[in-house]
């Protein structure tokens, strides 16, 4: 009996343009004088997250797959980034964690709607929630939001870590066991 993972690569292409894309949104942040506010942060949680529903959509390899993925990653986005500002006056610098777990467990829901994956939904909550963890503790670890290197962003750096931060995540929802 052979035992194979399916999604492996897959999950790990899907963190390199979610990380290029964020390092991309970083950039931007830096280097243009966006100011931090509520308008500007949901615009870009909305826009990282309409790439990121794409790929999600990518599984079922359709055009609508992608499209209703794009979509619902859109919402996704607004949601996400709209929870964190109304939870950073009431839990400070802790609410992007909770942003980004939350992030997480939408995506897997997406994922599973979009591709009408035939696991059930309990299964797909806690692909979920082990997206959530996994990812939350790279994402803690990192300190991407919280270690600001002195002279500026080193972006060679931001995007390791932006790859590391997304790859549990997109593991935990693309990787499948086959046994022949």
């Not at 992608?66 to 990653?73: E, K, R, S, Y």
């Not at 979920?128 to 939001?145: E, H, K, N, Y």
């Not at 270690?147 to 593991?171: E, Q, R």
């Amino acid at each position: 009996m052979t035992v194979q993972y399916n999604g492996i690569l897959r999950a790990l292409v899907a963190a390199i343009i979610l990380a290029a894309l964020s390092t991309l949104g970083d950039f931007l942040w830096a280097h243009h004088g966006i100011k931090h506010r509520m308008f500007a942060g949901i615009l870009h949680g909305a826009l990282l997250c309409l790439c990121l529903g794409a790929v999600l959509g990518y599984g079922g390899k359709t055009t609508q797959t992608i499209l209703l993925g794009a979509l619902g990653g859109l919402v996704l986005g607004i949601l996400s980034a709209g929870g964190y500002y109304l939870m950073r006056p009431i839990i400070r610098s802790d609410a992007v964690i909770v942003a980004w777990m939350e992030l997480w467990i939408l995506a897997a829901l997406l994922h599973w709607w979009v591709n009408t994956i035939s696991e059930s939904l309990k299964r797909t909550l806690l692909r979920g929630i082990l997206a959530a963890v996994t990812s939350g503790l790279a994402f803690l670890i990192l300190g991407i939001w919280t270690k600001h290197a002195l002279g500026g962003p080193h972006y060679v750096y931001k995007l390791l870590s932006w790859t590391i931060a997304f790859l549990p995540g997109f593991l935990a929802l693309f990787v499948t066991r086959k046994t022949d």
